[in-house]
């Protein structure tokens, strides 16, 4: 008798408090993925080839523009990291890329200078677009190194560049974000370098 009883409360009890589990919004059960080191930046930034149009010794400088250059008038501003998402200080970033009309600068420095990421890994660049010339899309070259480490050479480029689909070197991880304004282009890129 008392074992038919308990086994006869024991079928109740759930009963209310299934309908008062009804009351409430259920959570789905979720199984979360690690997180990531470094959100989109785990990965270090793929190298490309240098072309032929690398100089050394080009000046230290944020802003590459000089008087009377025409072209859109391009800001980049981007960080370092490394695969640790933590940001490199110092790093120095050796640009050079093509003017307007697609061209190298191969007697002086038009378009060419270096800078180092600030404390926060931070950099500016000023620059113009640069020009397409045969057999590439429209692209910046520049090489990364920090303090005692390796260098890394590669090259960033534009979205929505019709050209992109056509040049075997182009990269998409290599892509700015870019945003067109009035009178000028602001793009922006995280380098990552291996920790
Ligand atoms: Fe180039």
Redesign the pocket.
Known sequence: MKTTRRKFLAFLSPLPLLGLWALFPRKKSITLEPTPPCDDHDEPTPSQTE?P?FKTESPERSNLTEAGLTGTKLVLTGRVLNTDCQPVAKVLLDWW??DDAGN?DNSGFLLRGHQYTDKQGNFRLETIVPGL?PG?TR?L?VKVQAPGKKVLTT?LYFPDEPQNRRDGIYNQALLMAVQPTDNKVSAGFTFVLPA
């Open positions: 072309g149009y890329h093509a190298y010339y590439r692209h070259h090259q």
